[in-house]
Nanobody, 125 residues
Framework: VQLQASGGGLVQAGGSLRLSCAAS????????MGWFRQAPGKEREFVAA????????FYADSVRDRFTISRDNAKNTVYLQMNTLKPDDTAVYSC???????????????????WGPGTLVTVSS
């Protein structure tokens, strides 16, 4: 699976952005798609994930109620709608895919086998 994230940019606090992750190479059926982020000087952290089959979603507490992950089956694309952005959301956001995830491991980056290059999101105060 090849993944390509896009949609990052500079936005003021309180604003919104929508990230996209387009997949190619194989269907995403039976995969879990995840978004992770890494801020300067910090470790990579889980943001959100979605099961391609059935659409169950999972969120980090820090983004719950502000971010929404979704998928478009026809386009083989996953989206991350980010609302009410805060300066603490500034990071490089990366999408990832795996067929190995179970609920207890879905938040761990080591679970994911395929990664795309990240897209930078900068939130100004």
């Amino acid at each position: 699976v090849q993944l390509q994230a896009s949609g990052g940019g500079l936005v003021q606090a309180g604003g919104s952005l929508r990230l996209s992750c387009a997949a190619s190479g194989r269907t995403l059926v039976n995969h879990v798609m995840g978004w992770f982020r890494q801020a300067p000087g910090k470790e990579r952290e889980f943001v959100a994930a979605i099961k391609w089959n059935g659409g169950a979603t999972f969120y980090a507490d820090s983004v719950r109620d502000r971010f929404t992950i979704s998928r478009d089956n026809a386009k083989n694309t996953v989206y991350l709608q980010m609302n009410t952005l805060k300066p603490d959301d500034t990071a490089v956001y990366s999408c990832a895919a795996t067929r190995r995830a179970i609920i207890s491991t879905i938040r761990y980056s080591a679970t994911y086998d395929y990664w795309g290059p990240g897209t930078l999101v900068t939130v100004s105060s």
